[in-house]
């Protein structure tokens, strides 16, 4: 990012000049990355937003009419929620797949939600609460067998695990580029499916077919309207760069270690109250609890001014999540991992959780 501050500054694609042509190289070579790390059909159908957030509002409002069925699960962040809550009041139909007590969606609960007016299933890959992992696989094979478009918000995996939106069937995919990416806040996208095709959610420049006052009707100028963020996508760019040498695999399974000692030594403590799978493998790194009957607010205060531990508390943007959780009333602690946390950083977390059970006895 202070690469191109320093020595760029272009504006891609807005003049033939040295630099915006230098902009416009570094955008294309970022979008090639990010389509090649989710295997999307092509770079050009890979478009950038300014998080998950966007993107999933640019799916549903260009993809959605009035009368259309939607499914999601039971788990899912507001992203998803109060775009549809609006659409709602618009004339889409909405259907809420029950996930288990620890965030599982069994596949056939999405296939029985089905309706002859079904068009879109989306369903978030891993819990922001539990980092539970839904069976995106099964789901896409429920939605391809009855013709229904599916879309997967990978806000909590993309960077952690390894997704093949070619393999699995997935239409849409909406990612943030500021958590297990690794890059800066303002960077994300939604990559689209080979034969999928969306309304913008905004019109404007695009520095494209400038003698129109029509939107372009190519991708990604289409859904690409505005200045875009290059420092971000500068930054997302050396990050997801910086991932490859990692191996995303290899991000999964340390996280995955990681939550499993967490978990492990979390069970000694008597008072702490753990949600989410017991078993490892079955979610991604952020890990929630309580303890006793303490506030969970004032958990996330104590683990910072005591021990230096930034956690989040509260509902997590998810209030249907919690609700499935059965945590709604209070929200609960979340602890979160990644590839630079280490084996040191559970023992202190579980030394710090113990003082704090130990201080409510
Ligand atoms: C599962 C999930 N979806 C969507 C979002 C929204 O991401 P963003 O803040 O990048 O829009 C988040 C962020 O916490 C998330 O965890």
Redesign the pocket.
């Known amino acids: 990012m202070q690469d191109y501050l320093e020595n760029c500054g272009g504006s891609p694609g807005r003049a033939g000049h040295g630099k915006a042509l230098a902009a416009a190289r570094m955008v294309y070579e970022v979008r090639d990355a990010l389509a090649t790390l989710f295997n999307a059909p092509s770079p050009g159908r890979l478009i950038f937003t300014k998080?998950?957030?966007?993107?999933?509002n640019l799916l549903l409002f260009g993809f959605l009419n009035s009368g259309d069925h939607v499914i999601v699960s039971s788990m899912?962040?507001n992203?998803?929620m109060r775009p549809l809550r609006e659409l709602e009041t618009r004339g889409v139909r909405l259907s809420v797949a029950p996930c288990d007590g620890c965030g599982r969606l069994d596949p056939d609960t999405v296939r029985r939600s089905l309706r002859p007016d079904t068009r879109l299933i989306l369903v978030?890959h891993?819990?922001?609460i539990t980092g539970t992992l839904l069976p995106i696989g099964e789901i896409a094979a429920v939605a391809r067998a009855a013709g229904v478009r599916f879309a997967v918000?990978v806000?909590?995996t993309a960077g952690v695990c390894p997704i093949d939106m070619q393999a699995v069937g997935i239409d849409f995919l909406?990612f943030?580029?500021?958590?297990s990416l690794g890059g800066p806040q303002g960077t994300?996208g939604l990559a689209l499916g080979a034969d999928v095709d969306i309304r913008p959610l905004m019109f404007g420049g695009t520095g494209s077919a400038s003698e129109s006052e029509i939107q372009p009707d190519f991708l990604p100028d289409k859904l690409e309207s505005g200045t875009l963020n290059a420092v971000g996508i500068a930054g997302l760019g050396a990050a997801v760069a910086d991932l490859a040498q990692f191996g995303v695999a290899n991000v999964l399974a340390h996280d995955q270690k990681l939550i499993g000692l967490f978990r492990d030594g979390l069970r000694e403590i008597p008072g702490v109250e753990v949600y989410g799978p017991a078993n490892p493998r079955e979610a991604v790194g952020v890990l929630s609890l309580n303890i006793g009957d303490l506030p969970c607010e004032e958990v996330g205060v104590r683990l910072e001014r005591d021990f230096g531990i930034l956690t989040r508390t509260g509902l997590?943007?998810?209030p249907a999540a919690h609700r499935t959780l059965g945590t709604f009333g209070r929200g609960a602690v979340r602890f979160s991992v990644s590839r630079f946390s280490t084996e040191a950083d559970i023992q202190s977390a579980l030394a710090a959780v113990a003082q704090l059970a130990r201080s409510r006895c």
């Open positions: 998080n998950a957030t966007e993107a999933i899912e962040h992203a998803v978030l891993a819990s922001n918000d806000a909590q909406a943030t580029g500021h958590k994300g997590h943007c998810a």
